[in-house]
């Protein structure tokens, strides 16, 4: 197999036998100071015969700067994959993925994100306007057009990669928005999309990624609500839950569709090498569940006890109608995920929350 790579001076690099192909300077922050580096691109032939997973990927990565793309690109930099951060800001992701830390990380604005494509072994797609705001007709333009504008081009530059240097694999992110909202129903890849503004959303994002290049392994995930330390809708919820003592949220009975950021990590981590994860897969963990119990036990993970409801105004004054997400839910269940054998790490809201807290 023949890929393309970029390698710095300072970065490893995946061939086993390469040719310099040619030479491009970027600005890069080494020690502090900002210097001119030199990056390679190398025609790089990777040994075919080992397997996905022992092969050291060449992974692009749009939104790799936010909640979820900062610890994806941490865990593929540990298992020494090359990335290349597609980014809005030089700068921003430098600060984020200081060279020190991240030796031979690529970091590329949008004029450089066709030759950072072109030669990737794999693309992830995790950018878009954050829907945790207030949504004036503004925002709500922003939020959809800014996760068309990004998945389709980055689609036009996988198609119009030379065919020796297409990524085979494309991972986009989506979420469980796309079901619309129901406290009854329960909602799997195969069930239809809702007929809200999220659903509209969801449905022109995944549109704009199923124009890949038919011969790229496409890997639609739909994220459920991510629970991590330090962001995500987790983040903004916990002190508004110490100020009022923890109660549920809302009325309570809504479905909370949740995934721990490490396993939703490595279900894009797999989707990445195995080629058996494609089409439409939920990023959810196993057992959803009401949003009253989801604050019962939030709650007794932070030594809280759960018994003064969390006004619906609190909620919407720090999510906007972002809080929507979280007030109006639906049940997502990870049916795909399970059939393909995934191993979820956390299968119950109370461990993911004690690991979270701890
Ligand atoms: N977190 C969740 O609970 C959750 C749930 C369901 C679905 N998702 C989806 O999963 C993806 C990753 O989630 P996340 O929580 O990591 O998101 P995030 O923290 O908000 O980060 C998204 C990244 O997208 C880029 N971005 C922001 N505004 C943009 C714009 N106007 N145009 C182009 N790019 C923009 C930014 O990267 P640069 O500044 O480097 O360009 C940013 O770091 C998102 O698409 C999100 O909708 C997340």
Same mark, same amino acid.
């Given at each position: 197999?023949?890929?393309?790579?970029?390698?710095?001076?300072?970065?490893?690099t995946?061939?086993?036998?390469?040719?310099?192909q040619?030479?491009?300077?970027?600005? !890069?922050?080494?020690?502090?100071e900002?210097?001119?580096?030199?990056?390679?691109?190398?025609?790089? =032939?990777? &040994? %075919?015969?080992?397997?996905?997973?022992?092969?050291?990927?060449?992974?692009?990565?749009?939104?790799?700067?936010?909640?979820?793309?900062?610890?994806?690109?941490?865990?593929?930099?540990? &298992?020494?994959?090359?990335?290349?951060?597609?980014t809005?800001?030089?700068?921003?992701?430098?600060?984020?993925?200081?060279?020190?830390?991240?030796?031979?990380?690529?970091?590329?604005?949008?004029?450089?994100?066709?030759?950072?494509?072109?030669?990737?072994?794999?693309?992830?797609?995790?950018?878009?306007?954050?829907? %945790?705001?207030?949504?004036? %007709?503004?925002?709500?333009? +922003?939020?959809?057009?800014?996760?068309?504008? /990004?998945?389709?081009?980055? /689609?036009?530059?996988?198609?119009?990669?030379k065919? +020796?240097?297409?990524?085979?694999?494309?991972?986009?992110?989506?979420?469980?928005?796309y079901?619309?909202? %129901?406290?009854?129903?329960?909602?799997?890849?195969?069930?239809?999309?809702? =007929?809200?503004?999220?659903?509209?959303?969801?449905?022109?994002?995944?549109?704009?990624?199923? *124009?890949v290049?038919? &011969?790229?392994?496409?890997?639609?995930?739909?994220?459920?609500?991510?629970?991590?330390?330090?962001?995500?809708?987790?983040?903004?919820?916990?002190?508004?839950?110490?100020?009022?003592?923890?109660?549920?949220?809302?009325?309570?009975? !809504?479905?909370?569709?949740?995934?721990?950021?490490?396993?939703?990590?490595?279900?894009?981590?797999?989707?990445?090498?195995?080629?058996?994860?494609?089409?439409?897969? =939920?990023?959810?963990?196993? =057992?959803?569940?009401?949003?009253?119990?989801?604050?019962?036990?939030?709650?007794?993970?932070?030594?809280?006890?759960?018994w003064l409801?969390?006004?619906?105004?609190?909620?919407?004054?720090?999510?906007?109608?972002?809080?929507?997400?979280?007030?109006?839910?639906?049940?997502?269940?990870?049916?795909?995920?399970?059939?393909?054998?995934?191993?979820?790490k956390?299968?119950?809201? *109370? +461990?993911?929350?004690?690991?979270?807290?701890?």
């Amino acid at each position: 197999m023949s890929t393309m790579g970029v390698a710095s001076a300072f970065s490893w690099t995946n061939s086993i036998s390469s040719t310099i192909q040619f030479p491009q300077t970027h600005t !890069q922050l080494i020690g502090g100071e900002s210097k001119r580096v030199t990056f390679w691109c190398v025609n790089a =032939n990777m &040994d %075919s015969a080992s397997s996905p997973k022992e092969s050291k990927m060449i992974v692009s990565v749009t939104g790799a700067t936010g909640f979820v793309g900062k610890r994806l690109v941490q865990r593929l930099h540990a &298992d020494n994959h090359q990335i290349r951060v597609l980014t809005r800001s030089r700068s921003t992701a430098q600060s984020i993925f200081p060279v020190k830390e991240f030796p031979g990380i690529v970091i590329a604005e949008e004029p450089e994100w066709r030759n950072c494509i072109e030669g990737s072994t794999a693309v992830v797609n995790l950018a878009g306007t954050s829907i %945790s705001t207030r949504w004036s %007709s503004e925002i709500k333009k +922003d939020i959809k057009q800014s996760r068309i504008r /990004v998945t389709s081009k980055v /689609v036009e530059l996988i198609n119009n990669s030379k065919d +020796d240097a297409r990524p085979k694999v494309l991972i986009s992110a989506t979420a469980v928005g796309y079901y619309g909202t %129901s406290e009854t129903q329960v909602f799997d890849e195969k069930s239809p999309s809702g =007929n809200d503004y999220l659903a509209e959303v969801c449905r022109e994002w995944e549109a704009a990624a199923l *124009k890949v290049n038919k &011969d790229v392994r496409l890997a639609l995930i739909r994220i459920g609500v991510v629970l991590g330390k330090d962001g995500g809708a987790l983040a903004k919820m916990i002190p508004l839950f110490m100020m009022f003592a923890g109660g549920p949220l809302g009325s309570g009975k !809504q479905w909370f569709s949740w995934i721990h950021l490490d396993d939703l990590v490595d279900l894009i981590y797999e989707a990445l090498s195995n080629p058996s994860y494609k089409g439409v897969i =939920n990023g959810t963990a196993p =057992n959803p569940v009401r949003l009253g119990e989801m604050c019962e036990q939030l709650g007794s993970t932070l030594g809280r006890p759960s018994w003064l409801p969390v006004p619906e105004i609190a909620l919407k004054a720090v999510l906007g109608e972002g809080a929507s997400v979280v007030l109006d839910g639906q049940k997502v269940v990870p049916t795909k995920a399970k059939e393909l054998g995934f191993s979820f790490k956390y299968r119950y809201i *109370k +461990d993911a929350l004690k690991a979270i807290m701890s």
